[in-house]
């Protein structure tokens, strides 16, 4: 299974992003899949994770209340809206899955399978 991000970009503090994950080589709709990102010189953290029929999503508290996790099952597709961004969301964003998962995990090594990443710089 191959996953791509996309949509990130520069964008201003206040601003709003949508990042986009397209899975190509399995149908990943009945799988949890999860949002990290690293920073420059931090370790990769948990951003935001859902489950494979989108009824439980997790987010870590720095983003709760102005991101918001879903999933378009029949267009492989997963999606990360990003709004109120500040500048400490600066960041390569990457998605995950995992086909063992039964919930939305917040550790990096729970999932398998991972984009390339795709990069956020929130300018003050």
């Known amino acids: 299974v191959q996953l791509q991000a996309s949509g990130g970009g520069l964008v201003q503090a206040g601003g709003s992003l949508r990042l986009s994950c397209a899975a190509s080589g399995r149908t990943f709709s009945r799988y949890v899949m999860g949002w990290f990102r690293q920073a420059p010189g931090k370790e990769r953290e948990f951003v935001a994770a859902?489950?494979?029929?989108?009824?439980?999503?997790r987010y870590a508290d720095s983003v709760k209340g102005r991101f918001t996790i879903s999933r378009d099952n029949a267009k492989n597709t997963r999606y990360l809206q990003m709004n109120s961004l500040k500048p400490e969301d600066t960041a390569v964003y990457y998605c995950a899955t995992d086909f063992g998962l039964i919930v939305p995990g917040r550790r990096a090594d729970e999932y398998e399978y991972w984009g390339q990443g795709t990069e956020v710089t929130v300018s003050s």
């Open positions: 859902i489950s494979w029929s989108g009824g439980m999503t």
